[in-house]
């Protein structure tokens, strides 16, 4: 699924800058006041129209925006993702109102740089595109799919806005784009055959961005482990069962740990390690 494109060229890849088009749009709005005036209504009405058609979050699904597949460390549990799409909620469980203002803070970011990019493109940018996966249950929204001019030809790639914090900006995101935003950018690539996907970060702190693109050589390894665990998890779902637990620190913050009890499993696992060593002695 993963090679339906042709592969972008380095060359073609350097074209790529998102960051950069905003910043020489937000040095013209500073001089501009009608320029001011006008992208701001545009950016409004576009949020508009998004709410009037918005629908509720999609349930017994996989959202690619609540995943982190494609890595073996123990946070990734199968029966976390698996209880996700068979209680009908999210993964992160209820929200409290700290946590909900920082999604709201994220929401108007990237509604601003959503506004903005659909003032400067026009017909080529498409805002919160659908995505949809059938084989692996997979539905969400890319922020945005822009179709970027490239040596004379109009590319398809797929766009994430993301906000993070001053430590994350400065240590999780030096050279690349967190672990789990790239699995959601390869679901985002195969779901619509995008040719790259550019990670455009802001620092909640200082307002700063940085930019990544990646392309779908970049993303081909990771996506083999992410098709895998959906299909393992999917089959379990199917056949009305639950995937193996992964017990570890990750399990006092999981909304599902009620019904789980990964403390139980955790420590038959422990009990079972004691027998065998024992046996061995």
Not at 134 to 157: A, S
Request: positive net charge; hydrophobic residues 35%; proline residues 5%.
């Amino acid at each position: 699924m993963i090679s339906k494109l042709r592969q972008l060229t380095e060359q073609e890849v350097s074209q790529i800058s998102i960051k950069n088009i905003l910043l020489d749009f937000m040095t013209a709005f500073r001089e501009d006041r009608s320029l001011q005036r006008e992208s701001r209504v545009h950016r409004l009405e576009l949020e508009l129209d998004q709410l009037r058609v918005a629908g509720p979050r999609a349930v017994g699904v996989h959202h690619p925006s609540s995943l982190h597949l494609g890595s073996n460390k123990p946070a990734v549990c199968p029966r976390r993702l698996a209880y996700g799409v068979r209680k009908q909620m999210s993964i992160f469980g209820p929200v409290d109102p700290r946590v909900y203002n920082i999604f709201e803070v994220g929401h108007d970011a990237g509604a601003k740089y959503q506004g903005w990019l659909s003032y400067l493109y026009g017909e080529d940018f498409y805002p919160e595109v659908t995505v949809h996966i059938p084989e692996l249950n997979v539905y969400g929204h890319c922020d945005g799919v822009i179709h970027y001019p490239i040596n004379g030809e109009k590319v398809k790639i797929g766009l994430e806005l993301k906000t993070i914090n001053l430590r994350g900006f400065e240590n999780d995101i030096k050279n690349r784009p967190t672990a789990k935003h790239v699995d959601q950018g390869a679901l985002y690539m195969v779901g619509l055959d995008l040719a790259a996907m550019v990670f455009l970060y802001e620092c909640k702190n200082t307002q700063e961005l940085k930019e990544f693109v990646l392309t779908r050589d970049d993303v081909a390894k990771r996506w083999a482990h992410i098709q895998q665990r959906l299909e393992h998890v999917n089959e379990h779902l199917d056949a009305g069962t639950l995937p193996r637990i992964r017990a570890q620190s990750w399990c006092h913050t999981c909304p599902f740990k009620a019904e789980c009890k990964p403390f139980r499993a955790k420590q038959a696992a422990n009990l079972d390690r004691l027998k065998k060593t024992a046996r061995r002695k």
